[in-house]
């Protein structure tokens, strides 16, 4: 499940908010500048010409970050998600719009240009992608209170930050053949019979030797509170092993580093061989310790593994109903909710196939949904993510991409056929995406670290 956090990085980018929420009436207002009605008074008493943040040589207004921040707020209830006190998400805002200024600053400084023919070139696939001719679509988008002239601009940056990222970071990233071997060896997931070293990460609650029921009930209370966590936002792990874990390598994020199984406790292999790489044991374990909060990060084959073994990947069996969300068709709300109703009926005993015939806007609907066996990288991130985390049979919650709503199940798994260079290509690129995340993500604090950012927003002035 996406964080909170992530919701607001999602919805602050302007060009992905207009390309997916129907404008309101009060959206117009606020993007022809009069203050709209969700704003409240506050906004209307705000100078139009005060600043919000100075950025290196360059400032960010109150009026631009109020305008932001009442999009935001407007998608993420639209998508169910929470919204967070007013000054809270103003200044989470505003820390996005700091980010995305330092990367066009960082462009420019680049020589990084993006030319109005392939601006023009991305509006028309825009266009395309809504089944609207350019013109139809510019005029839906105005009357719905989007200046064409914002959507333009926004496109424009979209593409500039597009192009920084694969100047700085994907295009010096590098694959090894032996990271390749350890992936695929990793995605033969639960029930692989060959030997494979484990890295497991951990939290420990102590329970001390002798305790008291009250004591050990305390000690149990807590850990299950940390394990809800984990179980909320895995990706996390390691900085809550850092705050939480009572053990000697906390500070290490809990990482016990490769392991084989017969160096590991036997309630920790027991454990992970339930879970693939990523997941976090859905119960606490209950050690000589006290309690603990276990994740599976990855498998390898050992030293006696072979490569004609190792090279193998887990295909899925997958189907889906698929809404999309357009300004033409449903909303963020509307989809959500109806796939919510689909779901519903098909747990009470509807036909999954007969629902995606009738409903899914997908090319695979007149065969039920059906996608065949899928590969690892071969769909979206977040498909793939919500459909790992399927047990066979299982139908997923909405899954929100960028072709909209998904509802997913799991029809079988399999261990791919086909070449070990096939399936090294596949695995490389794979690993490629993951190792790109994480280097952008690294990149990103670098640059914001090495920028002078002065904030002046309301009483939070600070310089950094």
């Given at each position: 499940?996406?964080?909170?956090?992530?919701?607001?990085?999602?919805?602050?980018?302007?060009?992905?908010?207009?390309?997916?929420?129907?404008?309101?009436?009060?959206?117009?207002?606020?993007?022809q500048g009069a203050p709209a009605s969700t704003a409240g008074s506050s906004q209307a008493a705000q100078p139009v010409d005060s600043v919000a943040?100075?950025?290196?040589?360059?400032?960010?207004?109150?009026?631009?970050?109020?305008?932001?921040?009442?999009?935001?707020?407007?998608?993420?209830?639209?998508?169910?998600?929470?919204?967070?006190?007013?000054?809270?998400?103003?200044?989470?805002?505003?820390?996005?719009?700091?980010?995305?200024?330092?990367?066009?600053?960082?462009?420019?400084?680049?020589?990084?240009?993006?030319?109005?023919?392939?601006?023009?070139?991305?509006?028309?696939?825009?266009?395309?992608?809504?089944?609207?001719?350019?013109?139809?679509?510019?005029?839906?988008?105005?009357?719905?209170?989007?200046?064409?002239?914002?959507?333009?601009?926004?496109?424009?940056?979209?593409?500039?930050?597009?192009?920084?990222?694969?100047?700085?970071?994907?295009?010096?990233?590098?694959?090894?053949?032996?990271?390749?071997?350890?992936?695929?060896?990793?995605?033969?997931?639960?029930?692989?019979?060959?030997?494979?070293?484990?890295?497991?990460?951990?939290?420990?609650?102590?329970?001390?030797?002798?305790?008291?029921?009250?004591?050990?009930?305390?000690?149990?209370?807590?850990?299950?509170?940390?394990?809800?966590?984990?179980?909320?936002?895995?990706?996390?792990?390691?900085?809550?092993?850092?705050?939480?874990?009572?053990?000697?390598?906390?500070?290490?994020?809990?990482?016990?580093?490769?392991?084989?199984?017969?160096?590991?406790?036997?309630?920790?292999?027991?454990?992970?061989?339930?879970?693939?790489?990523?997941?976090?044991?859905?119960?606490?374990?209950?050690?000589?310790?006290?309690?603990?909060?276990?994740?599976?990060?990855?498998?390898?084959?050992?030293?006696?593994?072979?490569?004609?073994?190792?090279?193998?990947?887990?295909?899925?069996?997958?189907?889906?109903?698929?809404?999309?969300?357009?300004?033409?068709?449903?909303?963020?709300?509307?989809?959500?909710?109806?796939?919510?109703?689909?779901?519903?009926?098909?747990?009470?005993?509807?036909?999954?196939?007969?629902?995606?015939?009738?409903?899914?806007?997908?090319?695979?609907?007149?065969?039920?949904?059906?996608?065949?066996?899928?590969?690892?990288?071969?769909?979206?991130?977040?498909?793939?993510?919500?459909?790992?985390?399927?047990?066979?049979?299982?139908?997923?919650?909405p899954v929100r991409s960028e072709y909209g709503y998904h509802l997913i199940q799991v029809l079988g798994r399999r261990e791919a056929p086909g070449?070990?260079?096939?399936?090294?290509?596949?695995?490389?690129?794979?690993?490629?995406?993951?190792?790109?995340?994480?280097?952008?993500?690294?990149?990103?604090?670098?640059?914001?670290?090495?920028?002078?950012?002065?904030?002046?927003?309301?009483?939070?002035?600070?310089?950094?």
């Amino acid at each position: 499940m996406a964080t909170l956090a992530a919701h607001i990085a999602a919805a602050c980018g302007l060009f992905v908010v207009f390309l997916v929420v129907p404008a309101t009436p009060a959206a117009a207002q606020a993007l022809q500048g009069a203050p709209a009605s969700t704003a409240g008074s506050s906004q209307a008493a705000q100078p139009v010409d005060s600043v919000a943040a100075v950025v290196n040589d360059d400032v960010i207004t109150e009026r631009e970050l109020q305008l932001r921040v009442d999009l935001v707020a407007r998608r993420l209830q639209q998508q169910n998600a929470p919204v967070p006190p007013a000054e809270q998400l103003k200044q989470q805002v505003l820390d996005q719009m700091v980010l995305e200024r330092i990367q066009l600053q960082k462009a420019k400084e680049d020589g990084i240009n993006i030319d109005d023919a392939a601006v023009q070139s991305t509006l028309q696939r825009l266009a395309q992608a809504n089944n609207m001719t350019l013109e139809v679509y510019r005029a839906r988008l105005e009357a719905e209170g989007v200046p064409w002239s914002v959507f333009t601009r926004d496109a424009r940056t979209e593409l500039t930050l597009s192009k920084l990222r694969e100047r700085e970071v994907d295009s010096r990233i590098s694959v090894s053949d032996a990271e390749v071997v350890n992936y695929i060896a990793s995605q033969r997931g639960p029930g692989s019979k060959a030997e494979q070293d484990l890295r497991i990460e951990h939290i420990l609650v102590k329970v001390p030797d002798g305790a008291t029921q009250d004591v050990l009930a305390a000690a149990q209370q807590k850990a299950q509170a940390i394990l809800d966590r984990a179980k909320k936002d895995g990706a996390n792990f390691e900085s809550l092993a850092k705050d939480e874990s009572q053990a000697a390598d906390a500070k290490k994020g809990g990482d016990l580093g490769f392991q084989p199984p017969s160096q590991l406790p036997s309630e920790f292999v027991e454990a992970s061989s339930q879970l693939r790489p990523g997941q976090v044991s859905p119960n606490l374990i209950r050690t000589s310790e006290g309690f603990e909060i276990m994740r599976l990060v990855d498998r390898r084959t050992g030293v006696g593994g072979s490569t004609s073994e190792a090279a193998k990947l887990m295909q899925t069996h997958v189907r889906h109903i698929l809404l999309r969300v357009s300004p033409t068709g449903l909303s963020e709300q509307e989809a959500r909710r109806k796939e919510l109703e689909i779901r519903q009926q098909i747990e009470q005993g509807g036909d999954f196939a007969k629902f995606a015939q009738s409903y899914s806007q997908d090319g695979s609907a007149s065969q039920g949904g059906d996608l065949g066996w899928i590969s690892p990288g071969e769909t979206v991130p977040e498909f793939e993510r919500a459909m790992n985390n399927l047990k066979d049979g299982e139908v997923s919650e909405p899954v929100r991409s960028e072709y909209g709503y998904h509802l997913i199940q799991v029809l079988g798994r399999r261990e791919a056929p086909g070449s070990i260079q096939q399936q090294m290509d596949m695995a490389r690129q794979a690993i490629g995406q993951r190792k790109a995340e994480q280097a952008y993500a690294d990149w990103l604090r670098q640059l914001r670290d090495s920028a002078y950012v002065e904030y002046k927003l309301g009483s939070s002035l600070a310089q950094q």
